[in-house]
T-cell receptor
Framework: EPEVTQTPSHQVTQMGQEVILRCVPISNHLYFYWYRQILGQKVEFLVSFYNNEISEKSEIFDDQFSVERPDGSNFTLKIRSTKLEDSAMYFC??????????FGPGTRLTVL | GDSVTQMEGPVTLSEEAFLTINCTYTATGYPSLFWYVQYPGEGLQLLLKATKADDKGSNKGFEATYRKETTSFHLEKGSVQVSDSAVYFCALTRSGAGSYQLTFGKGTKLSVIP
């Protein structure tokens, strides 16, 4: 069964450094998403991406964040200058054309 | 804005016990409702869903009924197993929302002991 994959599973970085989290969505899906979950808190929507552009973003998704689909298979989330409060689990998801999103296993980001 | 409230965990049950995890929502319009499950070390998996009032979603012995009058979508299972130990998330997406983004509850950790 097709699945969403994410790399790395755990990323440790120093405050102020740039990080790129990678996702490979399911191949025939059209919508792509990033969510995050700070430890002990809700899973929060960050951004959705459709037809090679951002379709919606939350207040969390400020100028420090960007997304790309560079090659038709990968979907990346970049954080330009990480802060301590960016430490969280980041989930990628994809959707074909109905309302069921399929999630990856997540990347745990730790900012020191 | 949209919101989902689910019961605080953790919940610890003995094998074969009855499970209820409460979920209520606030949303404009007619949202679709979901339960996702996260097993240890894995991603979020769709457990069941319901897209309109009075629909019942069911899967793997779990079920939940979309109750518009009480804005609820409580998860139930008649007899839990150790393998059901996981974190359960209630979520919604608004119909016609365009991007179909999900709004999640905080999650309820279930531990089932033999």
């Amino acid at each position: 069964e097709p699945e969403v994959t994410q790399t790395p599973s755990h990323q440790v970085t120093q405050m102020g450094q740039e990080v790129i989290l990678r996702c490979v969505p399911i191949s025939n899906h059209l919508y792509f998403y990033w969510y995050r979950q700070i430890l002990g808190q809700k899973v929060e929507f960050l951004v959705s991406f459709y037809n090679n552009e951002i379709s919606e973003k939350s207040e969390i998704f400020d100028d420090q964040f960007s997304v790309e689909r560079p090659d038709g298979s990968n979907f990346t989330l970049k954080i330009r200058s990480t802060k301590l409060e960016d430490s969280a689990m980041y989930f990628c998801a994809s959707l074909q054309s109905t309302d069921t999103q399929y999630f990856g296993p997540g990347t745990r980001l730790t900012v020191l | 804005g949209d919101s989902v409230t689910q019961m605080e965990g953790p919940v610890t049950l003995s094998e074969e016990a009855f499970l209820t995890i409460n979920c209520t929502y606030t949303a404009t319009g007619y949202p679709s409702l979901f339960w996702y499950v996260q097993y240890p070390g894995e991603g979020l998996q769709l457990l069941l869903k319901a897209t309109k009032a009075d629909d019942k979603g069911s899967n793997k012995g779990f079920e939940a009924t979309y109750r518009k009058e009480t804005t609820s979508f409580h998860l139930e299972k008649g007899s839990v197993q150790v393998s059901d130990s996981a974190v359960y998330f209630c979520a919604l997406t608004r119909s016609g929302a365009g991007s179909y983004q999900l709004t999640f509850g905080k999650g309820t950790k279930l531990s089932v002991i033999p």
